[in-house]
């Protein structure tokens, strides 16, 4: 069964403006990890949450979990026309494995 | 260059070929992933390595598809007899994991298979 389900699939903003991805997800989880993907070239991971962390922030990023809800979101703060790509949420499951993405948010800063 | 490399970056083949890929995770990483990936789609896990042993594979790994890490360090992912359905990009991920659970995974820039 699909783990992450990003929302909302695509994304538009301005500059400067911030920018916030959801990510649902159906079972227990071990962690949770937010990736970006530029157009035609892999994955680079951005941060990982675990199921015990409520929240995390790297640079202009920053991660909350909310397990009771299963639901995690993504903010990027004063986004940059270099922020374009999409971004996608992965978890495993209690024991490590069925590591699955969700379809992504497709996110375009606009200059 | 001490990333996730993989070869060839293109492959074009006809149906019912056989093409083989492979991917040179970093050195240190004894965690080794397969991923297929269609346009506008996540990733979808095909397998894993912990070292030389392959712990899991996805129901989406056909009989057709077989991969190997016989040393615990390069991979390769072979797809016997493919299918136009099998056109996709193949990502190699590695990470250095400790017990259960996932860290961190680095991707290679994937290999584009074109099925004619």
């Known amino acids: 069964s699909q783990q992450g389900e990003e929302d909302p699939q695509a994304l538009s903003i301005q500059e400067g403006e911030n920018a916030t991805m959801n990510c649902s997800y159906k079972?227990?989880?071990?962690?949770l990890q937010w990736y970006r993907q530029n157009s035609g070239r892999g994955l680079v991971h951005l941060i990982l949450?675990?199921?015990?962390?409520r929240e995390k922030h790297s640079g202009r990023l920053r991660v909350t979990l909310d397990t009771s809800k299963k639901s995690s979101s993504l903010l990027i703060t004063a986004s940059r026309a270099a922020d374009t790509a999409s971004y996608f949420c992965?978890?495993?499951?209690?024991?490590?494995?069925?590591?699955?993405f969700g379809p992504g948010t497709r996110l375009s800063v606009l200059p | 260059d001490t990333g996730v490399s993989q070869n060839p970056r293109h492959k074009i083949t006809k149906r019912g070929q056989n093409v083989t890929f492979r991917c040179d995770p970093i050195?240190?990483?004894?965690?080794l992933y397969w991923y297929r990936q269609t346009l506008g789609q996540g990733p979808e896990f095909l397998t894993y390595?912990?070292?030389?042993?392959?712990?899991?594979k996805s129901r989406l790994l056909s009989d057709r598809f077989s991969a190997e890490r016989p040393k615990g360090s390069f991979s390769t992912l072979e797809i016997q007899r493919t299918e136009q359905g099998d056109s996709a990009m193949y990502l190699c991920?590695?990470?250095?994991?400790?017990?259960?659970?996932?860290?961190?995974?680095?991707f290679g820039p994937g290999t584009r298979l074109t099925v004619l």
């Open positions: 991920a590695s990470s250095w994991t400790l017990g259960t659970g996932n860290s961190e995974q680095f």
């Open positions: 079972t227990s989880i071990n962690n």
């Open positions: 949450i675990r199921s015990n962390e």
């Open positions: 992965a978890t495993d499951n209690n024991y490590g494995q069925n590591f699955v």
């Open positions: 050195s240190e990483h004894n965690r």
């Open positions: 390595f912990q070292n030389e042993a392959q712990l899991e």
